[in-house]
Each structure stands twice: as structure tokens, then as C-alpha cells.
């Protein structure tokens, strides 16, 4: 199996400073918020690859510069041999453009209420210049929707509904890899499952690559392949789903399970969790989780924890064995 | 038998519109006793929260209470004046909202609000009440509360404003805490620290609380009771552990079954087809006959079931059984 996407040494900082003259009157410095901070991995060909952490992780901001919504400030992106910030042959540019979509989490902030839904799934090959004759209805019914929805506007859809319609818009352009960034978390249970189950057999119809990336743990063990956790902008373990869920390496990763509210957990009393995630504009030197880390040494305050490998897990915590 | 903090019997909640009159909240009752907390569980729509509204007499105009009686404590509250309902809401009953930011005013400070709320419902002196304040900061874990009670809301991270927002709830010392998707706007780690801290005050305190929420995790660990909801209709009631493992309706085994579990791995998760009805296009009989595999005639004719004319717990002319869960599962 190969690399279909291979991310190395991403980096996003954004420039979160106030006006030049709010700084000038207020003597401040600029202020930079590091979203990620050399997060590497690799998604193999129609595989899942998840990536989960709590707000503020920075896993959305990979997966929009994944699509390229956003352009790194170091580190590169490969989808397929192409890296879209720095190739220059245009044919190449948009063939890659083409074959990776997205999925957003709030399907009523992304379809267009002016548009018919017909437009809307169109878009993505129309506006490659592409045949859209049919192409519509005939997404609209892999996704379990009907023919005749095509004709109408998005207000007349529910939620679960709407989910479907952002599913074949995203597969309009013949993706192979479509980042999928909660597409979920706005839906009742049992839409959830509905959706779950028609995502999951649209990638074995048509061999699709997933994204996935979410904070819902039950929902990226049922989905995944392989699982990359964040935490505040880090990658902080990587491993196959069983491997993680049987044997989680990180502090991070084993509170996050800990701390996650069990369907079986009758009147469980768990030892919550410490303290929050800290300010990323000021991240706490070392290793990021040490604040909150029950294992913290004098080292982890210090160096930073480089990416080992143990066994099939990736993890970056100087005392996981 | 003592009497149970809340009592709610046969609510009725109306809406009228042009179209008819919709009826998010259709005769619904259940009992919280002290230290006890009720989770209250539904998909959006299910009338969940406004049933926590009306019960604390919190309906926004039109919607109204049009039947039905909310006990508390064995006093009536559904039909008192506007004015004596405010003097229980903070004194008696205690808010919890979804939103930690809005359901605090953003130009006072902490120390200031809950002052405020204790001045107004216990008589105490002003140094008394600031005094008190600290301590039910200290209570809901805020570190340094002496210092932080003359921040303003915005200084709070997500997880600390919603903790004053239970010191606010909790101040006056109330019998009934009704808490509104206290943990949905938070990250997994700070939502089991809230957990942790609502079940301590309950179990410390006594208090009787309502806890709404759609996230079945969160109730199978904090509850001792669930009544889950649909379309406005209570649609089965009991202890959360018979509830969850052995559910009777087919509602509730549809959503526990489209939950993923960490045991299902990659199986296909069973799906309930179809979303909840719109409240002014109610089908006939049981709402979820239309979405139920076991619906029969019966299910599609009026007057539709109720818990108290089934089992006491389910309402439902045909609930799963113990033996048939199992093969339904399979």
C-alpha cells in the first residue's frame, strides 16, 4: 500500500496581532498563534485516516490545509506525488484540486440558501468546465436522496438531509480523498448512524480515501483505520485504531479516553482530568501537555519530545515505552 | 413516602400559530426525588428542553403550560403569578444553560452576580453575601476564588464559566437544579470535570436535578433515571441501567443500537430510518410508528400510548422484551 497523502513538517502560525496602531498606543508586541506545529503522517490509499483532539488542536487547520484552503508556513503537503503549494504544471494543479473535496460540519452554514440544490451539486464540475447533464439527480440518488430533490432549495431539507446533499457535492468531481472535518457532530444519533453507514459504504462503492476528523471518540473508533491525536497543535500519537484503543502510549491519549462518558459507565467516578487546554499564543515551553501530564519530570518542562516509534505507534512523550 | 422535590403531571405545553396548534410538550409526567438526577434524553425537537423551561416557568410567549400541573415540593408553581415565580426561580429552582457566555452578563463581574442573586433570596448582609459568594466559587472548584470573583466573564476559559454558572445556580441554596445541555458547548476533558462536580453537589447537597442532555455517555455516568422523549412525548421512563441495556421501546433500542459503541468495531451501525416528525405533521397514533419496524394497526390509531396506560414505564402497545432485544440485536 502507498502514501496517497503524505504531510511532513507541517506548520501554521497565524498573525493574531491587534492593529499596528492598537500596538503602537498600547505598546504590545505583535502575537502569534502557532495552530499546528510539525505534525508528519501519512494516509494510505482508501484507507480512513482519523484525527482527533479537543478545540483548539489545530486538526481542523490540517484538514483545510490538506484541501487547500489554507497554505502552510513550513512543511508540505503531497496528495499523490503533487505537493499544490509549489507545483507549477497547472494540468497536474488541477487534477489533484479535483480528486480532493470536503465535508464541513455545519450543514446549514455550507450550502448556499439561493441556490437549488441541482446547482449546488453541479458546482464542483461546472466549474471545471465538465459535463453536469444528470449529474445531479443521479448523486443525489447514491446518497439516498431522490431524483426530484434536485428542483428544490436547501431551507426544505432536515439537517441529515442537508448532510447527504454536502456528501454529493463532494462527490461530484470524482474525488479520491475527501476531508471530512465533523461532518457528524451537528446531527442527532440516529441521523448520525444513517450518515456514518452511508459514508462508509460510498468508500467501498468507490474506493474513496477519508479524512476524518472529529472529537467524538466512539464515532473515529467506529470509522477509522488509523488515528493521529493532537493536542494543542502536536501530534502527539499515531497508531493503527486497535492498537491505539487496547494500548494507548501518551498520557494525553489515555486521559482523553479516561475522560470520554461510557455508554456501560453506570454511576462510574472518574478522577476527572486537570486543569485546561492552555493558551496557544503562549504554549507552555517543553512538552505542551506537561502542565497537566500526572507523569511530568523535570525534562518534560525542558525539551520538547521528539516523534518515536514504538512498535506500530508514533509517539511523542519522552517516557511512553 | 416523602413527597419528591419536582413533580410534573400530565404537562401540556401549547403552541398556537396560524397553521394550529402544535404541541411541543403532550402529557408528560415524572417524579425527581432529592438527590436524585433525572437525565432527560432526545433528539433536537423532542421537547426536552421545553419541558425544563416549563417546569421553571421559562416558556417564551406564545408557548404556555395549557394543562397539566408542576409540583414543587408538593406546591403548585405552574399557575402562580409571574412575580412569585421569579422570587422561587434562583431561590428554589436553579438554571443551568447550554451556553456559558450568554447565560452570564457580560458587564459585571462574577462577584458582583452572585451577590446579587444571594441578596435578593436570602436575607444576609452585603459582606455576608460576598462571603458567601467566594465560598460557592471555592465549591465549584474555581481556584484562587478570593482574586477571580472581581473578574469579569470573559476572563474565564469555557470550563470555568460554566462552573460559575453552577455557583449561580447553586448560591441560593436550591431544591431543584434543572441543568440544559450543561456539557455540550465543552471539550471531553472539561465535560467529565463538570460531570464530576454536578453528581458531588448532588449527592452532597440533596438537590434534585433535571439533567437534559442528548449525549447518552453523559447519562448513563451522571443519571440514576432517564425518561427519554419523542416528539414531545415521554416514550420510556425508568432506572438509567434497565433503560440502557434492556430497553423496552423501540425508539430507545433504535437509538442505543445507532450509537457507536467502542465493542461494535467496524460492523454498520443499525439505523433508524427516517427523522422525527415535524410537531404540525404528528402522524396518527404512536409518533414513531412510521419509523418502527414492530408497528401494527393498533400503533397507527388514536388515542396514541402512554407510559401510565402501559407498563409504567414505556409507552408502547408492543415494548421489546428481554429475549426479543437479544434477537433483535443479533
Keep these: 500500500m502507498s502514501a496517497l497523502i503524505s504531510v511532513r513538517g507541517l506548520s501554521r502560525i497565524f498573525d493574531v496581532s491587534k492593529p499596528w496602531l492598537n500596538r503602537v498606543i498600547e505598546r504590545r508586541e505583535k502575537a502569534f498563534l502557532t495552530a499546528i506545529s510539525d505534525v508528519s503522517f501519512e494516509v494510505e490509499d482508501k484507507s480512513v485516516y482519523a484525527l482527533v483532539g479537543e478545540s483548539g488542536s489545530g486538526k481542523s487547520t490540517v484538514g483545510k490545509i490538506i484541501v487547500g484552503l489554507l497554505g502552510p508556513s513550513k512543511g508540505t503537503v503531497e496528495i499523490d506525488g503533487v505537493n499544490l503549494a509549489t507545483e507549477a504544471r497547472r494540468s497536474e494543479v488541477e487534477r489533484v484540486r479535483a480528486e480532493v473535496q470536503m465535508i464541513f460540519q455545519d450543514p446549514f452554514a455550507s450550502l448556499n440558501p439561493r441556490w437549488r440544490v441541482r446547482d449546488i451539486v453541479n458546482e464542483p464540475m461546472a466549474a471545471r468546465g465538465g459535463d453536469t447533464e444528470g449529474l445531479a439527480e443521479r448523486l443525489l440518488e447514491q446518497v439516498g436522496l431522490s431524483a426530484d430533490d434536485a428542483d428544490k432549495f436547501p431551507h426544505e431539507f432536515s439537517g441529515g438531509q442537508r448532510q447527504r446533499i454536502c456528501i454529493a457535492r463532494a462527490l461530484a468531481s470524482q474525488p479520491r480523498v475527501i476531508v471530512c472535518d465533523e461532518p457528524t457532530s451537528a446531527l442527532d444519533v440516529s441521523v448520525q448512524a444513517q450518515v456514518l453507514n452511508l459514508m462508509s459504504d460510498l468508500r467501498e462503492e468507490l474506493g474513496l480515501t477519508y479524512v476524518f476528523i472529529s472529537h467524538d471518540l466512539t464515532v473515529v473508533q467506529h470509522m477509522a483505520d488509523r488515528i493521529g491525536v493532537l493536542y494543542l497543535g502536536r501530534l502527539v500519537e499515531e497508531a493503527p485504531r486497535d492498537t491505539l484503543f487496547a494500548a494507548p502510549k501518551h498520557p494525553y491519549t489515555r486521559m482523553l479516553f479516561e475522560a470520554a462518558p461510557k455508554m456501560d459507565g453506570f454511576g462510574r467516578e472518574v478522577d476527572p482530568p486537570k486543569g485546561e487546554i492552555p493558551d496557544p499564543i503562549n504554549p507552555p515551553p517543553g512538552c505542551a501537555y506537561h502542565p497537566r501530564c500526572p507523569l511530568a519530570e523535570a525534562r518534560c518542562k525542558e525539551e520538547p519530545p521528539e516523534m518515536r516509534r514504538l512498535g506500530e505507534t508514533r509517539v511523542a512523550c519522552h517516557l511512553a515505552e | ?330
Design chain 2, 1 to 330: 413516602m416523602t413527597t419528591p422535590v419536582l413533580s410534573v403531571r400530565d404537562l401540556v405545553v401549547e403552541i398556537p400559530t396560524r397553521r394550529g396548534i402544535l404541541r411541543p410538550v403532550d402529557r408528560v409526567s415524572f417524579d425527581i426525588a432529592g438527590g436524585e438526577i433525572l437525565g432527560v434524553v432526545g433528539e433536537s425537537g423532542a421537547g426536552k428542553s421545553m419541558t425544563g423551561n416549563a417546569v421553571i416557568g421559562l416558556l417564551d410567549p406564545p408557548a404556555r403550560i395549557s394543562s397539566g400541573e408542576v409540583l414543587l415540593s408538593g406546591d403548585p408553581i405552574h399557575n402562580i403569578g409571574r412575580e412569585r415565580l421569579r422570587r422561587l426561580r434562583g431561590k428554589r429552582m436553579g438554571m443551568i444553560f447550554q451556553d456559558p457566555l450568554t447565560s452570564l452578563n457580560p458587564l459585571l463581574t462574577v462577584g458582583d452576580q452572585l451577590t446579587e442573586t444571594i441578596l435578593e433570596h436570602l436575607d444576609v448582609s452585603q459582606t455576608e453575601a460576598r462571603k458567601r459568594a467566594v465560598a460557592a466559587l471555592e465549591e465549584v472548584g474555581i481556584p484562587a476564588a478570593a482574586a477571580r470573583i472581581n473578574s469579569y466573564p470573559h476572563e474565564f476559559s469555557g470550563g470555568m464559566r460554566q462552573r460559575v454558572v453552577i455557583a449561580l445556580a447553586l448560591c441560593a441554596e436550591p431544591d431543584l437544579v434543572i441543568a440544559d445541555e450543561p456539557t455540550t458547548a465543552l471539550d471531553v476533558s472539561v465535560q467529565a470535570q463538570i460531570v464530576a462536580l454536578l453528581k458531588r453537589l448532588c449527592r452532597e447537597r440533596g438537590v434534585a436535578v433535571m439533567l437534559i442532555t442528548h449525549d447518552m455517555g453523559v447519562i448513563a455516568e451522571a443519571a440514576d433515571r432517564v425518561a427519554v422523549m419523542y416528539a414531545g412525548r415521554l416514550a420510556e421512563i425508568g432506572p438509567v441501567r434497565q433503560v440502557i441495556t434492556d430497553a423496552h421501546h423501540p425508539y430507545t433500542s433504535g437509538l442505543m443500537a445507532s450509537t457507536p459503541l467502542a465493542s461494535s468495531g467496524r460492523e454498520r451501525l443499525r439505523q433508524i430510518p427516517g427523522s422525527m416528525p415535524r410537531l404540525e405533521s404528528l402522524p396518527s397514533g404512536c409518533a414513531f410508528h412510521p419509523r418502527c419496524e414492530r408497528a401494527a394497526p393498533k400503533c397507527r390509531q388514536d388515542p396514541y400510548p402512554r407510559v401510565e396506560e402501559c407498563d409504567g414505564r414505556v409507552a408502547c402497545w408492543y415494548p421489546l422484551a428481554g429475549a426479543e432485544v437479544a434477537e433483535a440485536s443479533e
